[in-house]
């Protein structure tokens, strides 16, 4: 059965291997317009902008490989802008969809990460009036702005509010390889809720070969990525070349990492 991991005590004890490493330096929306590994997200967020023929690139580098499941699926305006971005941490990416003028709901069952967005990155989006100087940590979850909702939650036991809700955009930013492997099937489906018909799914996942069952973060494959979110139309995909793991990776019997990343449509 499935048991949330003690996320909590990474964050306290500053165990937050994903950070740094394999998410924040590979960062398929930080860093859209100037890293070439994130032409796939990039070009696709451009478009939809307007209800253009949407044209999966071709080619990203010599070191990528690109498979295009469909090159002239038509992007909608995404007029409403709503994005989802469950297990969130404190990723830059919640920025800079905001920035893209999406209302960002975002959620995170740690109160840790969503404090580091609200001091960090995303301060400036967070009203005056909710700061005290006469406490540390006067911030209260959830925390609703215009622009931002920040909700600390387990996945599975959302608040109705939140779970009766549909966006046209779910970014699952890696999120998938932090649930053992018992837990992505139902994790999987509720993606498909929150995502409204017509919608879109941006997910990045990481390879580790000789990880097994070990994690967080877990080993995810292309071939379970199709198996769990075959209700979803495969739109473009975009797979790295296998890279050197993080040094810290070595001694867990992984060497080698490879992201995928995907457009799936509903």
């Not at 941490?89 to 069952?109: C, Q, W």
């Amino acid at each position: 059965m499935y048991s949330l991991y003690d996320w909590k005590r990474c964050w306290q004890t500053g165990h937050t291997p994903w950070r740094g490493e394999l998410l924040t330096s590979d960062n398929p929306l930080l860093s859209l317009y100037r890293d070439h590994r994130t032409k796939l997200f990039g070009q696709f967020l451009i478009q939809s902008k307007s209800p253009v023929e949407y044209q999966s690139p071709r080619a990203i580098s010599t070191s990528t490989a690109l498979s295009s499941c469909s090159s002239s699926d038509t992007t909608p305006s995404l007029a409403l802008r709503r994005a989802f971005v469950p297990l969130c941490g404190d990723s830059p990416a919640i920025r800079y969809l905001v920035d893209e003028g999406f209302s960002v709901t975002a959620v995170d069952f740690v109160e840790e990460p969503l404090l580091s967005l609200i001091h960090g990155s995303c301060r400036d989006l967070i009203p005056d009036a909710l700061f005290s100087t006469e406490s540390s940590n006067p911030i209260s979850f959830p925390l609703l702005t215009p622009n931002l909702s920040l909700i600390q939650s387990d996945i599975f036991n959302l608040p109705s509010a939140v779970s009766d809700e549909a966006y046209n955009l779910v970014y699952d930013r890696a999120a998938l390889i932090a649930l053992p492997q018992e837990a992505r099937i139902r994790y999987a489906s509720l993606l498909a809720n929150f995502t409204m018909l017509g919608g879109y799914l941006l997910l990045e996942v990481a390879d580790m070969p000789g990880r097994g069952d070990a994690g967080p973060p877990y080993s995810v494959s292309r071939d379970e990525v199709f198996q769990l979110f075959a209700q979803f139309s495969p739109i473009a995909e975009e797979t790295a070349l296998p890279a050197l793991a993080p040094e810290h990776f070595h001694k867990r019997g992984v060497t080698q990492m490879t992201f995928h990343r995907f457009i799936f449509r509903k």
